[in-house]
């Protein structure tokens, strides 16, 4: 029986909604989305400022502020939904550096204990070893 890691339990309990949020999120969180959004507003611009014959959204490009407004509104959600899923991961991986960290803990004390116990017993090994001398020493004398 395989033994899940707590990335792999977290992963497996993510619904569609959380892989969908969190993919918008790093898509939007990345240089990629900059770059591709900058291009498109300036052929908008571009298209809208040089356009001859039809300007489908002329200056000061009140379709595009409402393109811009509609995406933030949907993307700010989506974005706190995300943050608020690490936030809960990195609280579980807390608890988990947390829990092996006091498991860690009460297996060096018990490993700690036997050691004493081992070396008390060898002292007290030596004790009566020397006391055996001592004895064969009275004794041949």
């Given at each position: 029986m395989k033994s899940f890691t707590w990335h792999e339990k977290h992963e497996n309990s993510l619904s569609f909604g959380d892989r969908l949020s969190?993919?918008?999120?790093?898509?939007?969180?990345?240089?990629?989305?900059?770059?591709?959004?900058?291009?498109?507003?300036?052929?908008?611009?571009?298209?809208?400022?040089?356009?001859?014959?039809?300007?489908?959204?002329?200056?000061?490009?009140?379709?595009?502020?409402?393109?811009?407004?509609?995406?933030?509104?949907?993307?700010a959600p989506i974005i706190m939904m995300s943050q608020n899923r690490q936030s809960k991961r990195d609280r579980i991986q807390a608890q988990e550096d947390y829990q092996t960290n006091i498991d860690a803990k009460k297996e060096i004390e018990t490993l700690q204990i036997r050691l004493n116990e081992i070396e008390v017993q060898k002292l007290d090994k030596i004790i009566q070893m020397l006391d055996a001398m001592k004895l064969n020493d009275i004794k041949s004398v």
């Open positions: 969190d993919n918008v999120a790093n898509g939007m969180g990345s240089w990629r989305f900059i770059i591709i959004q900058t291009v498109f507003v300036i052929i908008w611009m571009g298209l809208n400022i040089t356009g001859f014959v039809f300007h489908w959204d002329v200056y000061p490009f009140i379709l595009l502020n409402l393109i811009f407004s509609t995406q933030a509104a949907y993307a």
